[in-house]
């Protein structure tokens, strides 16, 4: 009787170990699919600026709108969600998505090596060139090796500010493209190095701006959604949801209507 109750007792433990392994287990593989949690729930958060045309930018109306917005529309519309937009400064967007404010940030972020090492990102779905912008009146910058003692206006966790950095410029800090070209047109910075498309845009809205051109980047840029590291399905998922748009002609839709073209070559 003695060696049955000892048999019983070890049998009881063992079996309550499991038990709390296996709801261990279950734990952390909930947690860890930010998916699942995200179709639960029926919404996708989406960290963008808001404040930069044509990407993410207000319009006459108020509402939040751009070729980033309706992209961010169109996955979690694929996705079975709805979208949910936390607005947020360039420089503050980074460390929204370190706190878990949103899911992914929909911002034209360029996919850079330095930033693969601590984020996942999804297939590119843009490409864009960086570009030196200043005062039509200038005739002393025509390139980004002039730029060096000159104040640039940038965002100053950008790609676009290593490039003035890089090129000597002193760097004015600045939370969006508008603040850029406002200091810009006002000589209050000698230039800024900016998104060529975000510039065209611009000179489209407004042809009389007294800014220029006076170089470029040769190589195209290519920008991508960004995500936690560890979250493998989400992006599987956002990639699938660009190839249907590509296959199905839904992203050369929304391409076109905001620059005339497709902008994902």
Same mark, same amino acid.
């Given at each position: ?125 843009? #490409?864009? &060139? *960086? ?5 039509? =009146?200038?005739?002393?910058? !025509?390139?980004? /090796?002039?730029?060096? $003692? ?87 998922? #956002?990639? &699938? *949801? ?5 296959? =199905?002609?839904?992203?050369? !839709?929304?391409? /076109?209507?905001?620059? $005339? ?5």
């Amino acid at each position: 009787m003695k060696k049955l109750a000892v048999l019983i007792s070890t049998l009881l433990i063992a079996s309550v170990g499991l038990v709390g392994c296996g709801t261990s287990s279950s734990k952390n593989t909930e947690s860890n699919d930010l998916l699942s949690k995200i179709k639960s729930e029926g919404k996708l958060r989406i960290g963008t600026e808001g404040t930069y045309a044509p990407y993410t930018f207000h319009d006459k109306s108020g509402k939040l709108t751009g070729f980033d917005v309706e992209i961010a529309e169109e996955v979690s519309k694929r996705l079975g969600v709805k979208p949910e937009f936390v607005e947020t400064k360039w420089d503050g967007l980074l460390a929204g998505l370190d706190a878990k404010r949103f899911d992914m940030i929909v911002n034209q972020v360029g996919i850079k090596p330095e930033r693969e090492e601590k984020y996942d990102f999804s297939d590119p779905y843009i #490409v864009s &060139k *960086a570009v030196l912008i200043v005062n039509s =009146d200038d005739n002393t910058i !025509k390139s980004f /090796e002039d730029l060096k $003692g000159k104040k640039s206006a940038q965002s100053l966790t950008s790609n676009l500010a290593q490039i003035a950095e890089t090129n000597g410029a002193i760097l004015e800090p600045v939370d969006s493209f508008n603040q850029s070209i406002d200091l810009l047109v006002s000589k209050r910075v000698d230039a800024t190095v900016n998104d060529s498309l975000s510039y065209l845009d611009l000179k489209k809205q407004k042809p009389d701006l007294a800014i220029k051109i006076v170089d470029e980047v040769g190589n195209a840029q290519p920008s991508g959604i960004m995500f936690n590291q560890g979250n493998k399905e989400l992006v599987d998922a #956002v990639n &699938k *949801a660009f190839a249907d748009m590509k296959e =199905d002609g839904t992203y050369l !839709k929304i391409s /076109e209507k905001w620059f $005339g073209t497709d902008v994902s070559k």
